[in-house]
């Protein structure tokens, strides 16, 4: 695998070809595939449901629970990443063009105006 | 900004930065980002929820629609990154992992013996 | 089982009962019982994600679907009516509020006025 | 408002008797009450995702959180009687049915073999 196979344009590329040739893409709808992309994202979420902050921060000591994030945050870029391809959207400068807009939105304020977002 | 700020690793420090700066790392759980991923895909999805598929295909030609879709998926890959980050998981290895599994998982099979996943 | 048992207010009381017969109420914050309902009508979601609006409307066909959606649909009651109880919501209640706000907010109208909600 | 209105077939009736009146039932296919359920339980665990498990269990303390919670509710509610109208499914008769199933699928132990479920 070449090493451009791995960033994330390569992966888009690779799922489109992964998608195409089992003649999935005529279920790629950006609906269906925001539906997908919320569903997964439940899954990962699932994994956390019961358990206190403390513990959600130690899920990775365990193989398996790892492995299931992984698994499962592997789904929700999948999903992202078909998304953004069938509108032609892409995620890297949305996110950086909504950061600029932050910094404006959230200004860094000294310790004893700071809200508590709670 | 640098070219570099703009790739995914680039991001992630921008996003940790960003949270520092506002003293929110200590809402920053595993799971509390796990929670706002899911609610930030089902924002993406309210946007289609009433829409036909053909509909659905055509929602970039819509300015208003078109930047809230940014706006959203914006939203998902944030969170994405920072749930990465916290829980030092690499998204683009464990989405090449899912798709070597799947190429295993989901054969390329003839179109006579292609299962409707419908 | 009596009659009552089958209510609302009778299921929610069996809800308890069942929780409380195996530890399980420390688990029932409100902010697990929402992620829960969250993740419970995701799976809900995912029977339909790849359907066509067509395929969606035939699903009870088919018993095992059939089966699968009733069972989602027992969860997502499940979870709602548990985090209305340690809550103190009335769902039917709110509901009723929320219909004669909503009769005001969007009145009928006449066909010619009549707005596409997509 | 009679009696009736307020139960669960009655609030069923008067969410068919609103959808009617503004031509929204064409809208209303299983795949889209099943999306937009979601996306409401989405916007009641919204109410929580940055709180502690102790800040959660005091948010009707606040007015403005108990409404918004309850309205959530309400939605959450309405989408599951919609959904369940359209596919014929009676939520209370699955959720009774369920609950015999989880009676056998997990019995009450003894505190000494009581698993953790987190």
New interface residues.
């Given amino acids: ?1 070449a090493a451009t ?4 344009a390569g ?1 888009q590329r ?2 489109a070809e ?1 998608a195409a ?4 893409e005529r ?1 790629h ?4 595939l ?20 403390e ?3 130690r ?2 000591a365990d193989p398996e629970t790892a492995h299931r ?3 499962e ?6 999903y ?2 078909q ?2 391809a ?4 892409d ?9 600029e807009r ?2 404006v939105r ?1 200004p ?2 000294g ?1 004893e105006e ?1 809200p508590d ?2």
Avoid: G, H
């Fill in positions: 695998m196979d791995m960033d994330m992966l690779r799922l992964f040739a089992r003649d999935w279920y709808t950006p609906k269906n925001a539906a997908a992309l919320s569903v997964e994202a439940s899954e990962l979420l699932e994994i956390f449901q019961w358990l206190t902050p513990q959600s921060a899920v990775m994030v992984r698994d945050v592997a789904d929700v870029l999948a992202l990443l998304f953004c069938v509108l032609d959207v995620p890297l400068t949305a996110l950086a063009a909504k950061l932050n910094e959230f860094v304020k310790p700071r977002p709670a």
